[in-house]
């Protein structure tokens, strides 16, 4: 399951800069909005499922070289988060939806 | 990529999907960045009115090339190509001046625009080379789609040799240097409350043990300790503090200092879970308690001084096992080629 999959199947819009998500298979996942349990539970190529939309999210999804960020219920990231996430290369994408069901969906993909 | 930059920008009028847009992005930026001047070719080769459209065969033929310029006393006066020359060919008419079937309108770019602009040029004319022009309107290039192919896939590789490069210096930093003790210090200062600006210490540590030839494995355990000890500073320092890093062949040491209002009680602090955080820390997600705990588990060993009124000082260590040295990436052994 590619992110490009992920971001057709669950409807996601991209908040940094297109790139091939073909080329980017994530591993299983990560839900919780306290940076400090997602530093120590999420695994390099996790996907992390959060609300949370500030500019301490790219340094913790780049330290954790997470597969990208779903951000849920719309939170909306400013542009120079955006802008951070770019420099980083993380990636950001966004929902309406809740984490919960994000996360619901990702499991019944096959992401786990 | 599926699509060569050719094709994604050669066909006029074509709808860019949202999968070619993806795609090309990245080219895109270089796009902007790259000037005609960078990538197009400087040796032209160029026929006068009066050559024959025999001449045309032979200097395409030679130079493999799909047309060229006609110059008459220095001035361009019009492009014959390919095309022309199959007229030619049909007419049977091999013997006829270039400027029979030659091209006149001639559109030109110019060298210091960016090549974006030939590609929309391209996009927009249906031609497949445009004569190159300087400020004077003088003829200094011609640019085709696959000099801008070229040029791209260059600047690419070049941008990737740049860091293999800073990789290379870095990594030979122990062997290089003799000394009866070698160790690097990096200082960073970090201020209390600038939650923007946060993990970027870490970041920029992280980077440079890779670039020291740090196995990733390492570079990850000390970024994480790193920036959990950087964040504290952040959050609940008074006056912000400095992260102190200081890296040898055996072992890394770390530290953060600052002048309080310190820690009243050091056990306590060291419980999962518990968080003296303010409630806009902790609306950004921090404060879970869970900072120091996530440094132990990264380091071999950590120390946490600290007096209220008079500040805190936190030491991390780790040691490198004997499997964990510096060592320069596989195929760094030699100075790469630039």
Known sequence: MTLQDIIAGLNLKVLTSLRNFNAVTPQGGYASDLLSCVVAGAQPGNLWITLQAHMNVVAVASLREVSAVIITENAQPGPEVVEKANDQGVVLLSTERPSYEIVGKLWEMGVR | MSDTIQELYGRKGRNITDRDAQEITRVEELAYDLKI??????????????????????????????????????????????????????????????????????????????????????????????????ENENLVGMITKGDITRGVLTAIRRDYQEEEIRRYRASHLFEDIISDRTSLILRYKIKQGDFVNGGQASSHIKRALLRLGAPPQLARQCGIAVYEAEMNLIIHSTNGGVLRVQVEPHRILMQTSDDGPGIPDVKQALTPGWSTASPLARSMGFGAGMGLVNIQRCVDKMELDSTVGKGTKLLMEIHLRPDEKFKAPPGASETPSV
């Open chain 2, 37 to 134: 001047s960078d990538v197009m070719t400087r040796d032209v080769k160029s026929l006068t009115p009066a050559d024959t459209m025999r001449a045309v065969v032979a200097l395409l033929r030679q130079n493999r090339i799909s047309g060229a310029p006609v110059m008459e006393e220095n001035s361009l006066v019009g492009v014959i190509s390919q095309e022309d020359l199959m007229r030619a060919l049909a007419d049977d008419d091999r013997d006829a001046p270039i400027h029979k079937y030659m091209t006149r309108n001639v559109i030109t770019v110019k060298s210091y625009e960016p090549v974006v602009k030939a590609l929309e040029t391209f996009a927009r004319t249906r031609v497949g080379r445009l004569p190159v022009v300087d």
